[in-house]
């Protein structure tokens, strides 16, 4: 890595993220919430408001100039999306509102109309509330029974457990390409070929991992795979599901309504090709052009340099948290080139309530998250109520970490000096 001596990635791109230069409580904004979502660069902005401002019509549908400005974008933003995991071809991404309507969408479309009682589905302990409660819905619903991966001596996702697991009954398997509280960093080669002596279907939840490195769908085999935009630099509202083309093609609608049509009848109705089957109804037109504005700023920097430029923060954070005896960070550690896990960290300090911590560092300005972040199940997995979590992106610093480290341990100290 030429970081050392180059200018670091950070600071030759904080300038293009407009809201990282205020003061919040008269300092300086240090946002440490990517995990939860990420800020926009300009050039996202611009793209949104470009829209809105000279061409907004809507797309698929009108023969004058404005839509077909609206429609080459927005089918240019999914060719974007496409390259960017590497699918095989544009009809294999699907526009979705969020992470959560993607897997909604399987779960209703796949899962309702496939799953027999009996038969398994396969989630680890670390996931998401999003790739949770659709597989409790549809499990109510088929008899399917849900099966959890538990976690291994290092806070990770347990291999050999997995392993065991799976079987003659397992129709699905769904897990987080890196878990959003414990920061590990999935097999995913290893769980879609043990997925696969099965034939079972494999879903990839790569919420945590779109933004942060290279995705490649051909490589990882998946059979599906979700990412919502506004963690990757896009705006709200909009995300994408990636399936191979024949199970799409095999998968019924979801929502009906218009865009998503061929020939419609008073009583019956085709459907349109793919990716539009699934498409009903007018969809985020300026939010999907905006993602592909994210997507083309994300491959100018390259993903490759913001993965190792995370890892080197990755090992900063993980050594400067290791001077506060208090801490307790959950999940495993970094190597020491701060790699195979993401560039956050879910920790509790002693007696202090998380919330109380978020709350304290807000004053110094710094943007922390405290709660279960969506992994209820978890937290009673690790014996925590709650955690804080610190999560990075690359316009962070080492300086922000320092600001961080500095307030945490003066936070540390006055509730000790309370309670001690
Ligand atoms: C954020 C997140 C989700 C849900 O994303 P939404 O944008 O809220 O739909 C799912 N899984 C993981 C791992 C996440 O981090």
Same mark, same amino acid.
């Given at each position: ?13 904080? +300038? ?20 939860? !979502? ?11 408001? #470009? ?69 398994? $589905? ?5 996931? @998401? ?7 409790? *819905?549809?499990?109510? %619903? ?11 001596? !290092?806070?990770?996702? #347990? ?10 009954? !397992? ?22 070929? $043990?997925?696969?002596? *099965? ?16 995705? =490649? ?12 935009? @506004? ?6 509202? $909009? ?6 083309? #024949? ?17 419609? *009848? ?9 990716? @539009? ?9 300026? &939010?999907? $052009? ?35 005896? &208090? ?5 495993? +550690?970094? =190597?020491?080139?701060? %790699? ?15 919330? =109380? ?22 937290? %009673? ?12 992106? *690359? ?26």
């Amino acid at each position: 890595m030429t970081l050392a001596t180059d200018k670091p990635l950070a600071l030759k791109v904080r +300038q293009d993220f407009p809201i990282l230069h205020q003061s919040i409580h008269d300092h300086p904004l240090v946002y440490l919430d990517n995990a939860a !979502t990420s800020q926009k660069p300009q050039a996202v902005i611009d793209t949104l408001r #470009d829209y809105y401002e000279r061409y907004n019509s809507n797309v698929h549908r009108g023969v004058h100039t404005l839509s077909g400005l609206a429609t080459d974008a927005y089918e240019g933003a999914r060719e974007k999306l496409a390259k960017f995991v590497n699918a095989a071809s544009h009809q294999e991404i699907v526009y979705t509102r969020n992470a959560s309507e993607a897997i909604n969408l399987v779960a209703y479309s796949w899962g309702l109309n496939t799953l027999q009682p009996g038969d398994e $589905i396969v989630l680890s302990v670390m996931e @998401h509330h999003s790739n949770l409660i659709p597989w409790q *819905f549809v499990a109510q %619903r088929t008899g399917a029974i849900l099966k959890f991966v538990e976690l291994d001596a !290092t806070e990770s996702f #347990d291999l050999n457990h997995y392993e065991s697991l799976v079987g003659d009954r !397992t129709k699905l398997v769904s897990i987080a390409h890196v878990s959003n509280t414990l920061g590990c960093e999935n097999p995913v080669a290893a769980i879609v070929a $043990i997925a696969r002596k *099965f034939g079972a279907k494999v879903l990839i939840d790569a919420c945590q991992s779109a933004p942060h490195m290279p995705l =490649d769908v051909q490589a990882m085999d998946c059979d599906w795979l979700v990412a919502s935009g @506004h963690k990757m630099c896009g705006p709200t509202g $909009i995300g994408f599901l990636y399936g191979k083309l #024949d199970l799409l093609r095999s998968m019924p609608p979801f929502l009906g309504g218009g865009e998503m049509i061929a020939d419609v *009848f008073l009583d019956h109705a085709t459907y349109a090709d793919l990716p @539009h089957k699934f498409e009903a109804g007018t969809p985020a037109i300026g &939010e999907a $052009i905006a993602l592909g504005a994210a997507v083309d700023y994300l491959n100018a920097i390259g993903m490759d340099t913001i993965h190792a430029y995370e890892a080197d923060l990755t090992a900063y954070l993980f050594a400067r948290l290791g001077e506060i005896p &208090e801490v307790r960070v959950y999940g495993p +550690q970094p =190597d020491s080139q701060g %790699r195979g896990r993401a560039a956050l960290a879910s920790f509790t300090a002693g007696e202090v309530h998380p919330h =109380d911590l978020s709350t304290i560092l807000d004053q110094a300005g710094i943007a922390i998250r405290a709660g279960h972040h969506c992994t209820q199940p978890l937290h %009673r997995q690790i014996k925590a109520q709650s955690t804080a979590r610190a999560s990075l992106y *690359f316009y962070n610093t080492r300086e922000e970490i320092d600001t961080f480290i500095a307030a945490l341990k003066d936070a540390i100290a006055f509730f000790g000096s309370i309670f001690g």
